[in-house]
């Protein structure tokens, strides 16, 4: 499907709200939010392989505030065996050029890491190669289907069966609006809250004062 006129501009300035819907004071201060977490998260750029510590990190990062979905991915890695099998996954997954099969390489469906998602198993893709992989979730995938880019095959849900049409419109969307994937997934994000409004441009906000 056709992109938006605007899709550019619309991208840019619901990216601004990021990390929307938490707490916002201004548009400054959530791009030093940006800034911090882009940071934090090139420590895991061009990994082949994890260690227990730094997947727990992106457990607690990509689940923040989902207590249950984080014990969840959690469960994963918990043992040595199930660690093991974990690392096996993820340096498998790494290595492959399918971005479909090295989703499945982490699945707990597809026989990867017990209790992996496609969020958990996304998350990890898209901190070691943020050039191909963004992070998948039910709130960005609801953005585009609000923009009428994808059509999810289940209301709130992002399945393993969402992920290439999903990636392949995130990627085309970067390169349309000279953005990074990482930029158009925190756009998505933002956005949701309010789907199936858009695709107007957020409303303006008061600075707390």
Known sequence: MAAHPNT???????????????DWVDDGANKRLRRSETEWLSQFAGATSFKRREIAALADWRFAGEPDAKKQAMGGIEGHLALGQAQRCIRRALRESSATNALDHLLDE?????????????????????????????????????LGLCTPNAPGAFLRADWWQYLATCRSLATECGMSLRAVGQALWAAAGDAPELPDTPKRRARRG
């Open 110 to 146: 597809c026989g990867g890491v017990p209790g992996w998602a496609p969020d958990m198993a996304s998350a990890v893709l898209a901190a070691a190669q943020p050039d191909r992989y963004v992070v998948a979730d039910e709130r960005r995938l609801r953005t585009l289907g609000a």
């Open 8 to 22: 550019a501009k619309f991208l840019r300035q619901w990216r601004r709200r990021y990390p929307f819907p938490f």
